[in-house]
């Protein structure tokens, strides 16, 4: 994992808007319409050396594909993996049901009306290992044509979970171990071919909504069975190599059901990565970097802390960012903070809870607050 050695490097969480001819070409294959797979994948190819060049271009030293050729950075391992088929239970996302009302902005979204949750039916294994390996080779040639540093988004066994309601196993230790197993090549493969692995893990985070019928302590309770799916999926693969992002989900509600970061810091830290991101930019979680003051950062692991939020229009000053990733140096040392953003601005297609120009202009925002960070930071 990078970090910051004269000056605050920027990154993101993975997911970016996707060019319009593509999200069309996704939607109308999501919807069930007439499309031409061979069109859709030359419009990913396009995708990606735009996405990364864009990027580039913004002020984003470490970079991704956008995550332009999946569905979603989720519900994409239904393509990839056998033993899914039929419909998941309805997911229940606690806050919002406590206040319906809320539900408006979340369910206006068009992202979330094309979100597909089959149900795990059946052995889960690796069907498709030529969709991962064409993604791969994707963002290498794009990163390298641009000369960039880049991270491939994954998503965790445990998040699978989370959609993907189980069917089949006997337990749910079972279904996690059988994920695991699953997930595994995808990850070797990630940073086989020199790119940094993100492994995505809202699951972490994200109780309310996996377990919105169990009590706080239950669901941690939980969460050591999360960490151990992942660091077993993990195993053998250097954590030089790998990040991880921790959310509460991206959508717009209240979030008071949100798990304190205080309360899962322990099981987070015990992942084997070396890059933690983290929200920081939402009003939900914004004051948690003072936690750092209380809780030690391994001297093997970085912070990228979200300054940017990605479920609005705000245009956030440079000034702010600054202020942002100065508190979080005053706390673990300037070289172990990077610039990120507190989520995917696309993580879902169709999905445009921020508009995708304002989306490209917070990055922007993010690498100016970096730059004026640093110029206090290292003067």
């Given at each position: 994992m990078q970090r910051s050695t004269d000056r605050i490097l920027?990154?993101?969480?993975?997911s970016l808007p996707r060019p319009d001819a593509l999200e069309k070409a996704w939607l109308a294959k999501l919807e069930g319409k007439d499309f031409d797979p061979g069109e859709l994948d030359g419009l990913v190819q396009a995708g990606v050396r735009e996405i990364v060049e864009r990027q580039v271009a913004a002020g984003v030293d470490i970079v991704s594909d956008g995550e332009v050729g999946k569905p979603s950075y989720s519900t994409y391992v239904a393509d990839r993996l056998d033993g899914f088929g039929g419909e998941s239970g309805v997911m229940v996302v606690g806050d919002i049901a406590e206040y319906p009302d809320a539900a408006a902005p979340l369910l206006s979204d068009p992202g979330f009306g094309h979100m597909q949750r089959p149900a795990c039916i059946?052995?889960?294994?690796?069907?498709?290992?030529?969709?991962m390996n064409h993604d791969i080779r994707l963002l290498t040639e794009s990163a390298a044509a641009a000369g960039t540093d880049a991270f491939m988004t994954a998503v965790s066994p445990a998040t699978i979970s989370m959609f993907f309601e189980n069917q089949y196993y006997p337990t749910r230790?079972?279904?996690f171990a059988a994920l695991a197993d699953a997930m595994r090549p995808e990850y070797r493969a990630i940073v086989d071919a020199g790119l940094t692995l993100q492994i995505d893990c809202p699951d972490l985070g994200c109780g309310h909504v996996l377990y919105h019928d169990k009590s706080e302590d239950e669901v941690l309770s939980i969460i050591p069975e999360h960490v151990e799916a992942l660091n077993h999926a993990l195993e053998g693969i250097p954590a030089a190599k790998v990040r991880m992002h921790v959310c509460w989900g991206n959508y717009q509600g209240p979030h008071h059901?949100?798990?304190d970061l205080r309360k899962i810091v322990?099981?987070?830290?015990k992942v084997n990565v070396s890059g933690i991101l983290i929200e920081g930019a939402n009003p939900r979680h914004d004051h948690e970097w003072k936690i750092w003051q209380d809780v030690d950062l391994p001297d093997d692991k970085v912070l990228v802390p979200g300054v940017?939020?990605?479920?609005?229009?705000?245009?956030?000053h440079p000034e702010l960012i600054a202020q942002r990733l100065e508190r979080y140096a005053s706390v673990v040392g300037r070289e172990r903070v990077l610039a990120g953003s507190d989520c995917g601005f696309a993580t879902l297609v169709g999905m445009r809870a921020t508009a995708p120009t304002i989306a490209w202009k917070k990055l922007e925002a993010m690498a100016e607050g970096a730059r004026i960070a640093s110029a206090r930071l290292w003067p």
């Open positions: 920027t990154t993101h969480t993975g059946g052995p889960v294994s690796v069907k498709d290992p030529e969709a230790t079972d279904y059901r949100d798990i322990d099981q987070v830290l940017v939020d990605t479920t609005n229009n705000y245009i956030e």
